[in-house]
């Protein structure tokens, strides 16, 4: 039997070596970081070394990172208590804080009128499409981007910054917002005044040491050109499946998207039923948002770009990663074929 391919990079990423061997080191260290003593001291350098090692990877401040538990508690960090402007195909995270007034166009470009007023994620996890961030924005997710585009936070114009660790090979349940030291951020967990009065709780060391090496790991692959590679893979798939399936629409391909992503909407074949003919031929992949995938519904980020509610339902999210070889998507563009053509037959 052939190995499984593993296509849902979106939704997470296989933990990094790096990270790995981050947090198998971190666990000898046994003190409290809110400890004065030699051990708490020792565990507490560890993170003041990490937020250092992360701040010089996303061109941010030390001192205006802050750790949290992932993207959502970083999401809601920044954005509680705050009326800000976004479009509807914002993740969850960010969109149940916002009004989702900001007009999206088919391509899944976002017209921003006012952007100190607004939030605006810098690439789309379903469609891969990435937004041109305007100077002054208040808020942007940068959770897929990270590791996977040029991002630099001094050169951004953007004030406040969300990303999650497991999205660029560190582990889950530990992520960041990057907010300037001088804002009058509103703290939601209160307590031990951890994390420079800004996020209460004994800190992840564990999770964050692998996430600062992660990062520095994930923009040596995109300085080394990895992720090039994976859009040369991520192509050669579309124009397989293009070939054989005309009335397949690629969503987004006139737009700058990740490296690594494609939605694929098959008109009559419903989202859900691809993905588990797909993983019982060895693939793993999505009908959307790991966030949201569990639920039976088209897919609101398709349908704020205009797509109808059925053909929005006929979503197939395929995200490689930097593993990916040519002969997986080759491999999976075969499957994909065969599953369609069974469907087809069973339509007929």
């Not at 937020?51 to 959502?72: C, K, M, P, W, Y």
Request: aromatic share 4%.
């Amino acid at each position: 039997m052939r190995p499984r391919v593993y296509l849902d990079h979106n939704a997470t990423t296989p933990l990094r070596p790096e990270a790995r061997e981050a947090m198998l080191a971190a666990m000898d260290v046994v003190g409290n970081p809110s400890s004065v003593h030699a051990e708490g001291r020792k565990a507490k350098a560890l993170i003041e070394r990490s937020r250092e090692q992360l701040a010089e990877a996303l061109g941010a401040a030390q001192s205006d990172i802050v750790f949290t538990s992932g993207a959502t508690e970083a999401a809601a960090l920044a954005l509680a208590g705050r009326t800000l402007h976004c479009a509807g195909i914002e993740h969850e995270a960010v969109l149940s804080w916002c009004d989702g007034s900001l007009p999206v166009d088919h391509d899944g470009a976002v017209t921003v009128s006012d952007p100190a007023r607004s939030a605006l994620q810098l690439a789309n996890s379903e469609t891969g499409v990435v937004q041109d961030l305007p100077q002054h924005l208040a808020v942007s997710d940068v959770t897929q981007a990270v590791g996977r585009l040029p991002y630099a936070h001094d050169w951004s114009g953007v004030r406040m910054v969300i990303l999650s660790a497991h999205k660029f090979g560190g582990p889950k349940g530990v992520g960041a917002l990057i907010v300037p030291r001088d804002s009058n951020l509103e703290a939601r967990l209160k307590g031990g005044g951890q994390e420079m009065g800004r996020r209460a709780g004994t800190e992840n060391i564990l999770g964050i040491v692998a996430m600062a090496a992660a990062a520095r790991a994930a923009l040596r692959d995109l300085s080394d050109g990895v992720w090039e590679r994976v859009a040369q893979f991520r192509n050669i798939l579309e124009t397989a499946l293009e070939a054989d399936s005309p009335d397949t629409i690629l969503v987004g391909r006139r737009s700058r998207r990740l490296p690594n992503t494609s939605l694929i909407l098959t008109p009559g074949w419903k989202g859900e039923t691809q993905v588990m003919a797909l993983d019982l031929a060895g693939f793993a992949v999505s009908a959307g948002s790991a966030c949201s995938s569990g639920k039976v519904r088209a897919s609101r980020v398709l349908r704020a770009m205009g797509y109808d509610e059925g053909l929005a339902g006929c979503a197939l999210r395929v995200s490689l990663g930097p593993q990916t070889t040519e002969d997986d998507v080759l491999r999976f563009a075969d499957a994909f074929t065969a599953a369609r053509r069974k469907q087809r037959s069973r339509a007929a």
